[in-house]
C-alpha cells in the first residue's frame, strides 16, 4: 500500500514549456486535490475532484488545468508555466466518509526559471 | 472569509511540553486536524477531533477544542529533537464544497 505518490519529484521548467504532473493513489479514495505550497503562504488549493471524471477550481486555478480519467489518478497541468508557479505542489486525497481526513504524498518541487 | 490563524514559531527545550495554537472561523467545522511537516516532505496527519468534543489524548498528543472561543490547541508532551517540524492546522468547510483550510503552519524547533 504505496498511500498516495507523486511524480516527478523535482522538475526545472523554461517559461513558456509545458509538463504535467501525476497524482496516484491506492486507496480507492474518491476525492483528490491539489494545493501549492509557497512560503509564508501555507496550503493552497488548486483544484479538486469529488470523483472520476469530475474536476472543479479551487483558490488558485489560474494557469493550470486537471483531469480525473481514471479514479486512482489525479493530473495537475501547466500549458505555459510562469515564474510564479516557481513552488512546491502537493496532491492529497480522501475518502467520502468519516473524518473526511486528507493523505498526501511527498510533494513536486517546481522551478520556472 | 474563513481563515485559519497560528503563531509562526515556537521554542521549547528537549523533555519540555509544546503548546501549539490556532484560531479558526468556520464555526459549523466538523472536524478540525493539525498536520506535521518535515523538511521536503508530505504533510502527515497526526490527529483530528470531532467539533462536539472538548478533548482529544492519543499518547504523547493531547487536542483541545473550545468551540465558543473558536479556538484549537495541540500539546506534546516531552518533546523531543524528532519533534521538530512546521505544524498545521486545518478546518474543513461544511458549506457543501467540502475544501479544507490550513494555516500558515508553526515552526516548532526542539533545543538538544
Known amino acids: 500500500n504505496a498511500g498516495v505518490t507523486q511524480t516527478p519529484k523535482f522538475r526545472v521548467l523554461k517559461t513558456g514549456q509545458s509538463m504535467t504532473l501525476l497524482c496516484a493513489q491506492d486507496m480507492n479514495h474518491e476525492y483528490m486535490y491539489w494545493y501549492r505550497q509557497d512560503p509564508g503562504m501555507g496550503l493552497r488549493l488548486i483544484h479538486y475532484?469529488?470523483?472520476?471524471?469530475?474536476?472543479a477550481k479551487g483558490e488558485v486555478p489560474d494557469g493550470y488545468n486537471v483531469s480525473r480519467l481514471k479514479k486512482q489518478n489525479f493530473l495537475l497541468g501547466l500549458e505555459s508555466a510562469a515564474p510564479s508557479q516557481t513552488s512546491v505542489y502537493f496532491c492529497?486525497?480522501?475518502?467520502?466518509?468519516?473524518?473526511?481526513?486528507?493523505?498526501f504524498g511527498p510533494g513536486t518541487r517546481l522551478t520556472v526559471t | 472569509g474563513e481563515d485559519v490563524e497560528q503563531s509562526l514559531f515556537l521554542s521549547v527545550r528537549e523533555g519540555d511540553s509544546s503548546v501549539i495554537n490556532c484560531t479558526y472561523t468556520?464555526?459549523?467545522?466538523?472536524?478540525l486536524y493539525w498536520y506535521k511537516q518535515e523538511p521536503g516532505a508530505g504533510l502527515q496527519l497526526l490527529t483530528y477531533?470531532?467539533?462536539?468534543?472538548d478533548m482529544k489524548q492519543d499518547q504523547r498528543l493531547t487536542v483541545l477544542l473550545n468551540k465558543k472561543d473558536k479556538h484549537l490547541s495541540l500539546r506534546i508532551a516531552d518533546t523531543q529533537t524528532g519533534d521538530s517540524a512546521i505544524y498545521f492546522c486545518a478546518e474543513i468547510e461544511t458549506s457543501g464544497t467540502y475544501k479544507y483550510i490550513f494555516g500558515t503552519g508553526t515552526r516548532l524547533k526542539v533545543l538538544a
Open positions: 475532484s469529488v470523483g472520476e471524471g469530475t474536476t
Open positions: 492529497a486525497s480522501r475518502r467520502d466518509r468519516g473524518a473526511y481526513e486528507q493523505y
Open positions: 468556520d464555526s459549523s467545522s466538523t472536524y
Open positions: 477531533i470531532f467539533s462536539n468534543m
